[in-house]
């Protein structure tokens, strides 16, 4: 397998500006999550889908985050408008099942976004 | 609040000598916990794991130790290389629950 694929790796835009980030998990994880990497807090937990189903959304920030999983194999991170201190590497990560020994997280590469 | 801290924001160490990375945890319901290693540009990968059944694991120069009782692990690494200068990150998860990430350890081992 491939593993997790995110894309763009990089994404420059200005604020007020629609962003969209893409992710597809590895074949057969039933859970996706979504994580923010900053200096501050480190990996933070967005959201997460089991089986496409939005699990737990409370790590979104604010209303201008949305995040879909359509089908198994394809989800996306928007943020709508963007601002600079939405600026940070986001990773998308997938895994068999949930916080337990085949809950191993497997992550993409991330996509580090800087907002002018 | 933070469920996971990883309190030693940087590490130096000189190559061949022990590297010590701590974590401490406040949610007693976690029973599981992971530690993921991440090079610049890169995502994290899982390194090394260990259940709350047990009180060492080790796999190769790589070993984590928990005290439940203090709620405090941590990863070991012996001798220490240059190649393991990284950021590492503790999680915690059990049953059920997501595993939570602390914010990282960014280790540097000097030749």
């Known amino acids: 397998d491939a593993g997790v694929i995110q894309s763009p790796r990089h994404e420059v835009t200005e604020m007020g500006q629609e962003v969209t980030l893409r992710c597809k998990p590895i074949?057969?994880?039933?859970?996706l999550f979504w994580y923010r990497q900053t200096m501050m807090r480190g990996l933070e937990l967005l959201i997460y889908?089991?089986?496409?189903?939005?699990?737990?959304d409370s790590g979104m920030p604010e209303d201008r985050f949305s995040a879909k999983m359509p089908n198994a194999s394809f989800s996306t991170l928007k943020i709508q408008p963007s601002e600079p201190r939405d600026s940070a590497v986001y990773f998308c990560?997938?895994?068999?099942?949930?916080?337990?020994?085949?809950?191993?997280?497997?992550f993409g590469e991330g996509s580090r976004l800087t907002v002018l | 609040d933070q469920q996971v801290k990883q309190n030693s924001p940087s590490l130096s160490v000189q190559e061949g000598r022990i590297s010590i990375l701590n974590c401490d945890y406040t949610?007693?319901?976690?029973?599981?916990f992971l530690w993921y290693k991440k090079y610049p540009a890169e995502g994290p990968t899982f390194l090394i794991s260990?259940?709350?059944?047990?009180d060492k694991n080790e796999d190769g120069r790589f070993t984590v130790f928990l005290n439940k009782s203090a709620k405090h692990l941590s990863l070991h690494i012996v001798p220490s290389q240059p190649g393991d200068s990284a950021v590492y990150f503790c999680?915690?998860?059990?049953?059920?629950?997501?595993?939570?990430f602390g914010p990282g350890t960014r280790l540097s081992v000097l030749p």
């Open positions: 949610n007693s319901m976690f029973d599981y």
């Open positions: 999680a915690g998860g059990g049953y059920g629950q997501n595993f939570v």
């Open positions: 074949s057969g994880h039933d859970y």
């Open positions: 260990i259940s709350s059944i047990k």
């Open positions: 889908f089991n089986n496409n189903v939005p699990i737990d």
């Open positions: 990560a997938s895994s068999l099942a949930l916080g337990r020994d085949t809950g191993e997280l497997f």
